[in-house]
């Protein structure tokens, strides 16, 4: 037996911070919790830096391989994040019905997007936290300014969280979930995050040297091997992904 | 169909809950003229639904426009053309406001399928400002049990159950649920029932939909039969049951009784026919005093009805009668 007036009306939405701090905090451990995507973000990349810079099988160029392939695994693991596991994870929440049944809570849309952000970048900071100190045990010496890796790393995380989001609005989930492995794979393999893009012919270069992965990765190679100051023509790149990414999710996204 | 201890309950009540009778005349939910169309299939077509505090099922056969109506009420879809108020706000324009005053339950999914029942209904509550206390919730709806248990391995009936916690968990004034015991084991059906009413006695109005008659009949105020885009019959399931059909009252006798004499004692828009050698049928509106004509009448000419019975019209004569017998595509 209940009480009386257990069920009495009393709504109200709670405190918009509060609400964003919940979800970020469920996303974040929806993407923990899921198999595919932990393989995704953390075990390929950390997989692929310990691999290549402990056995020489891609010539990086002169130097050491881990200051090559550190900078390009972060741009990975940006990519893998923000791009491959947002875009299945919010494929499928969105075939499930569960944008929908949150687009009736007194969430704001606008909040649930701050909120995957917010989940994006502390899955990020993880994952840049563990291959730093994995890099560090490899023997890894970084140069450059640090808050401009950072300004790197934002601009690449808001490039491919719009089309990650675009996908993911647009198509069927098991479409997003194909295709964003496909493009995680072809990017791996031709966006100079292990394999140097000068080992491409010149044409072919000129055209991946356009792909968001490739400005990421080189951008960081750029500060973090080379201690360039500001790689213009990367962060050039990477913010008009950003735009046109962030810009057509905007105009093309389907909630359910 | 209020419980027995309404009284009591009403005078033990706290807070902001409204008198019931009071209540009543409060519309809730206004929708008119409502056109839905996707693409070349028109959805609602026309659908004029008024929705009062309290219960209000609406029934209609599969592809009727239930949930499409439903989902415009809750702002999900922009009309094409019509007008929809939900607790006097545009669900489209005044989103903001409306949402956290209602509960939505869909008519499936919505949840992550990832997520623990308990960590999502906990998630839900978050979102509110004042919510209800999460574990006797789930222990009320039969969850106890199953709260760490991911979304992907509940039931298919738990799921329903955690969806409808779900929709109620924020105090909401009003609640719609899509189809909310479908698929439910009969004491999960007691239990949403037993809620629905629990809800209603508190205060909060209900908008549900069912193709269970008789969980029409037990819960709702009022109902709603929706056919082919178009509300076509609206009413207290008494009222329901009273006008769309006759009722009809049998009694045995000896063969051969005098039915035209019977038919004089009766009103006007009554029928009597002898079916079978012995075996007589009155049809029309059955209520105390035409059974007592009839008695009184059998008294007078020496007879003594056997096996005398009164045959009223459930919901789902009235629905079949109103929507047709043949299957819908
Ligand atoms: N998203 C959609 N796209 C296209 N057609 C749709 C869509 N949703 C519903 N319909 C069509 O609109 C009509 C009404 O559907 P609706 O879901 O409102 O029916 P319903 O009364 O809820 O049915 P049920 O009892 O089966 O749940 C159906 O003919 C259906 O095929
Ligand atoms: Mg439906």
């Given amino acids: 037996m209940t009480t009386v007036g257990t069920y009495a009306p009393q709504p109200g939405a709670a405190p918009l911070p509060r609400m964003i701090a919940a979800q970020a905090a469920l996303e974040t451990k929806m993407l923990l919790r899921n198999g595919e995507q932990l393989l995704l973000t953390v075990v390929i990349p950390t997989l692929l830096l310990v691999l290549f810079s402990s056995v020489d099988i891609v010539d990086t160029g002169k130097g050491r391989a881990v200051d090559f392939l550190t900078p390009g695994v972060l741009a990975l693991a940006v990519m893998s994040t923000a791009f491959t596991g947002q875009a299945i994870a919010t494929g499928f929440e969105r075939r499930y019905g569960v944008l929908k049944r949150l687009a009736a809570s007194p969430l704001p849309r606008w909040g649930l997007m701050t909120a995957k952000t917010a989940s994006v970048l502390v899955t990020e900071v993880l994952q840049v936290l563990l291959l730093t100190v994995i890099a560090f045990a490899l023997g890894w010496s970084p140069h450059g300014n640090p808050l401009t890796v950072l300004l790197l790393l934002v601009l690449g995380t808001a490039a491919f969280s719009g089309l990650g989001l675009l996908m993911a609005g647009t198509l069927k989930a098991e479409a997003t979930l194909g295709a964003a492995n496909l493009v995680f794979l072809l990017l791996l393999v031709g966006g100079g995050v292990i394999v140097p893009l000068d080992k491409f012919p010149q044409g072919a270069q000129d055209v991946l040297g356009l792909l968001p992965i490739s400005a990421l990765s080189d951008g960081l190679r750029a500060v973090l091997q080379h201690g360039t100051g500001t790689p213009w023509g990367d962060l050039g790149v990477l913010a008009v992904w950003a735009v046109a990414g962030l810009g057509a999710a905007g105009a093309f996204f389907r909630w359910e | ?329």
């Avoid at chain 2, 439903?70 to 006097?88: C, F, H, Q």
């Avoid at chain 2, 956290?100 to 997520?115: F, K």
């Avoid at chain 2, 009448?297 to 009164?310: L, N, T, Y």
């Fill in chain 2, 1 to 329: 169909m209020l419980p027995a201890d309404f009284r009591t309950r009403r005078f033990q009540a706290v807070g902001g809950y409204l008198d019931s009778w009071a209540m009543r005349s409060e519309t809730v939910v206004q929708v008119q003229a409502l056109v839905k169309r996707y693409g070349s299939k028109t959805a609602v077509n026309g659908l004029d639904l008024t929705a009062r505090a309290g219960v209000t099922a609406v029934l209609g056969p599969n592809g009727a426009g239930k949930t499409t109506t439903i989902e415009t009420a809750e702002g999900y879809r922009r009309p094409d053309s019509g007008t929809v108020r939900v607790l006097g706000l545009d669900p489209v324009r005044e989103a903001g406001a409306l949402r956290p005053r209602i509960g939505v339950m869909l008519q499936s999914g919505g949840v992550y399928s990832g997520a623990r029942a308990e960590e999502m209904l906990r998630h839900v509550a978050k979102l509110h400002a004042r919510p209800l206390d999460v574990d006797a919730l789930m222990e009320r709806l039969g969850l106890g049990s199953c709260g760490r248990t991911s979304y992907r391995r509940l039931s298919g009936g738990q799921q329903q159950r955690l969806a409808l916690a779900m929709a109620v968990v924020g105090r909401p004034e009003l609640v719609f649920l899509d189809e909310p015991t479908a698929g439910l084991d009969p004491q999960a059906r007691r239990a949403t029932w037993d809620l629905v009413r629990d809800l209603r006695a508190d205060g909060v109005s209900v908008i549900l939909t069912t193709h269970y008659m008789d969980e029409a009949e037990q819960l709702a105020d009022d109902v709603a039969v929706i056919d082919a885009g178009r509300v076509i019959a609206q009413g207290s399931p008494e009222q329901l049951c009273r006008g769309g059909a006759e009722n009809t009252l049998r009694f045995t006798g000896r063969p051969g009784l005098d039915v035209g004499s019977l038919l004089k004692a009766l009103p006007a828009d009554c029928s009597a026919a002898e079916l079978t050698p012995g075996a007589y049928r009155v049809a029309g509106k059955v209520d105390p005093q035409l059974l007592a004509t009839v008695t009184s009448w059998c008294a007078q000419h020496g007879v003594m009805p056997e096996k005398i019975s009164v045959e009223r019209h459930t919901l789902e004569d009235v629905f079949l009668e109103l929507t047709g017998k043949e299957l819908r595509s």
